[in-house]
């Protein structure tokens, strides 16, 4: 079995505060001398003096492995990680989130894992909530939502099951993002935080592009973190932004898995549906009588709300995005077609 190459990409905005716990434990891995291992840390605008604490941090530390700070102006998560992929050396790039406290162990099983296989183009393990405060009652059906729990019910190939993994922790073949860039695949999904919705999905696009391409999604509970999440990110509001943009993220991540489970790939809008007017009116009145918790009445009721909204008025640009995304789809295909 080889040790391979790999890069650990930490994308960051204003996490001066969070990188000491992720930092301490990415030093506390458990490597062997000939291991090969280089961290860089992507700062995508940070305002807290996020790179100099950073290094200040590094240097107390005082770890053989080799640190890098590299700057992306551009706004989220998917651009910042697109930085680093091309400042990396490694054959395999960890997305290791400001918050993911990585397992001692977690890159030796990602390295006797990735040995069985060649083919696997994504690996994802299992995060573990923490934080300084107590979890609200609601956070237990809302995990996956914070990149916490199990992916999956048994360890393996998920490819054709959901098709991606989580980002948090992820393991990436850089070959096969490089390889995404050179036939001009356009991230759809951006991982952007807006006024009033945090936009996802963009962990999902990669998997999605891997599994067209042909590879692996992988996931394996041997990969154990835990996920810190702070007070903010705990509240009603900040889960509701969320759900926000997971339906106005839909378009792209429906229409990818049409298209590698159903090999479909025709535009099929959000329809209106006076069904949605019901059931938003029925959530309120469970509500009010008392059959609801806040938690359930609120989620239910905005979901049904934003789904009226978005098959109203948004139309057009669920178009676009469907337009986009066929194209990357296209190009994937296009390019197979020609290395065949």
């Known amino acids: 079995m080889s040790n391979l190459y790999f890069s650990m990409i930490i994308c960051c905005y204003n996490s001066s505060t969070k990188l000491p716990k992720t930092l301490q434990h990415i030093s506390n891995l458990n490597l062997t001398p000939d291991f090969k291992v280089e961290i ?9 003096n996020t790179a100099a604490i950073a290094l200040q941090i590094w240097n107390e530390l005082q770890s053989d492995l080799k640190f890098k700070i590299t700057f992306e102006p551009k706004p989220g998560l998917s651009f910042a990680r697109n930085k680093g992929v091309q400042e990396s050396q ?11 406290w990585l397992d001692e162990d977690y890159l030796i099983n990602a390295n006797t894992i990735l040995n069985t296989d060649s083919k696997i ?3 994802g393990g299992i995060g573990y909530e923490v934080s300084n405060i ?8 809302e995990k996956l939502t914070y990149a916490v729990g199990p992916q999956n019910n048994v360890d393996g190939d998920i490819s054709k099951i959901k098709g991606y993994v989580y980002g948090a922790g992820a393991i990436v073949k850089k070959e096969l993002l490089e390889l995404l860039q050179f036939i001009g695949f356009e991230n759809v999904l951006t991982d952007r935080v807006k006024r009033n919705t945090v936009t996802g999905g963009g962990d999902n696009e990669i998997g999605y592009a891997i599994v ?35 339906i106005y993220t839909a378009v792209a991540c429906n229409t990818y898995e049409r298209y590698i489970f159903f090999n479909d790939m025709q535009f099929q809008p959000l329809q209106f549906k006076y069904i949605y007017l019901s059931k938003l009116f029925k959530t309120i009145i469970k509500y009010i009588f008392g059959k ?6 609120i989620t239910r009721s905005l979901n049904f709300y934003n789904l009226i909204i978005k098959s109203l008025f948004y139309s057009k640009d669920d178009y676009k995005i469907y337009q986009k995304t066929k194209s990357n789809i296209l190009k994937i295909n296009s390019y197979k077609n020609t290395a065949a």
């Not at 490694?90 to 993911?100: A, I, R, S, T």
């Not at 391409?213 to 900040?238: A, M, P, Q, V, W």
Request: glycine share 6%.
């Open 212 to 246: 067209l391409l042909g590879y692996k999604i992988y996931y394996s509970e041997n990969l154990k973190f835990k996920h810190f999440i702070t007070k903010d990110r705990l509240t009603i509001k900040y889960l509701l932004k969320f759900k926000k943009g997971l």
């Open 134 to 141: 107590n979890f609200p009652d609601w956070f237990k059906n």
């Open 90 to 100: 490694g054959n395999y790039v960890l997305f290791c989130d400001d918050d993911n």
């Open 40 to 48: 860089i840390l992507v700062d995508n605008n940070s305002i807290d």
């Open 292 to 297: 609801l918790s806040y938690y359930e009445y």
């Open 121 to 123: 183009g994504m690996l």
